[in-house]
């Protein structure tokens, strides 16, 4: 009797032990995962992330270049190498100085310094015309003549242009020009006043090139702004 007795308790106490060792086992595994962080969330943000990155990479601007193309146009027309030339020109306008006129293709014009602007090749910058201009209610044509024939005279012997050379140039009031020619390079200046404005031009040009009437008929579409 007490061995059965005896018996019944220790199987009592098995059982007691075993369910105690299964909760306990439950417990830790249920605070196992309710400690283990969750990847959903934080995998899914660096995606959003990078969606906006990607839209960052491409921003939309509003911001343009000018656009030149609506600018007045007129053809033009010039002798190069002997050969007869038409081209469309666009107007441009001095930043400075207050005058437009139609440039062609292939040059650029900037400041060189106040009161001076420089049209230059894009094929060869030592080409190019200086071009400066004065309003002739505050400058005198004769004075503005003057300083054009030192600085050509500095240069060199000059020779005066002849009216079919300077036959670009209409309806002008007053108009003198002059050419210095080196072996294979000129320098020409011309000053002419036209509808109240008084300009000086200094033409630097090589036979390679020979773009000194292109110039000129671009520089005689100089007008007010």
Known sequence: MQKKLFSLLALLLTAVLFVGCNTTDKSESSGAQNN?????????KPSEDNTAGEGQETPTSNDSNADTSTSP?????????GVD?????SESKSVEQ???MQQLPGFTLTQEEPGKDMLVSNENDEVFMRIETVDASQANFNDV?????????AVGETVALTSEELSAFKNVTNIEGYVVDFDTEKVVGVVFEKDGLITKLIIHDNDEL????????????????
């Open 36 to 44: 283990e962080p969750s990847n959903t969330s934080n995998e899914q």
């Open 73 to 81: 146009q007129q053809e033009v027309k010039y002798v190069q190498k």
């Open 85 to 89: 030339k038409t081209e469309k020109a």
């Open 98 to 100: 207050g005058y437009k």
């Open 145 to 153: 003549k003057t300083s054009l024939q030192d600085h050509m005279n």
């Open 210 to 225: 020979d773009l000194t009437d292109a110039m000129l008929n671009m520089a005689a579409t100089i007008s007010k702004q």
